[in-house]
């Protein structure tokens, strides 16, 4: 069946350092990729996603890229701060509007 | 962003006793929820769609007939654990699609079977 695998399951950057975290999917018709981050304790909260019709997308310091020959997209995120600590997972969709979820990956941001 | 509210967020049950968790999208009209399973330290692995006026769609190793799923209007799902085990303690956590296909999460709810 279609899966997403997730790299890193846990990533420890020093502050002020970017981190990238990459999501390879399988089902081609994939459109949509979202990521999310999960704080300790809380629901799961989008921070940015991509749909198949651009190659990458920017928000502050949150960048998604995408390629869709490669089927990979990764999440960027520069300056880190403390408050970025928390599990980010990726996510492929495709028309029947189920999501496909990676593993998650544990950010720890480093004083 | 849209709201999703989840209730209870924590239930203490006895084994063979059924519990009901409500998942409700407040802002909006939502004709697909998800329901998931969460273990600590792990991804969110889904259990079963959840369409407005029709049966529920079960993901493969789900009971069905345990894990009852009602979608009795385009603004509230439930989840309905029988006769819980304490195999069933986890976190559960719905979400609910909206019309760009964006998923938004309930606060989640955990379920202790003693």
């Known amino acids: 069946g279609e899966n997403v695998e997730q790299h890193p399951s846990t990533l420890s950057v020093q502050e002020g350092d970017s981190a990238v975290i990459k999501c390879t999917y399988s089902?081609?018709?994939?459109?949509?990729f979202p990521w999310y981050k999960q704080e300790l304790g809380k629901r799961p909260q989008l921070i940015i996603d991509?749909?198949?019709n651009v190659g990458e997308k920017k928000d502050q310091r949150i960048a998604v890229t995408l390629n869709k020959t490669a089927k990979h997209f990764s999440l960027h995120i520069t300056e880190t701060q403390p408050e970025d600590s928390a599990v980010y997972f990726c996510?492929?969709?495709?028309?029947?509007?189920?999501?496909?979820w990676g593993a998650g990956t544990k950010l720890i941001i480093k004083p | 962003g849209a709201v999703v509210s989840q209730h209870p967020s924590w239930v203490i049950c006895k084994s063979g006793t059924s519990v009901k968790i409500e998942c409700r999208s407040l802002?909006?009209?939502?004709?697909?929820m998800f329901w998931y399973r969460q273990f600590p330290k792990q991804s969110l692995m889904l259990m079963a769609t959840?369409?407005?006026?029709?049966?529920?769609?079960?993901e493969q190793g789900v009971e069905k007939d345990k894990f009852l799923i009602n979608h009795a209007s385009l603004t509230l799902s439930t989840l309905t654990v029988t006769s819980a085990h304490p195999e069933d303690s986890s976190f559960y956590i719905c979400?609910?699609?909206?019309?760009?296909?964006?998923?938004?999460f309930g606060a989640g709810t955990r379920l202790s079977v003693l």
């Open positions: 979400s609910a699609r909206d019309g760009r296909s964006i998923q938004y």
């Open positions: 802002d909006f009209q939502a004709t697909t």
């Open positions: 959840s369409n407005e006026g029709s049966k529920a769609t079960y």
């Open positions: 089902d081609s018709a994939s459109n949509y």
């Open positions: 991509i749909r198949s």
């Open positions: 996510a492929a969709g495709g028309g029947n509007y189920q999501l496909i």
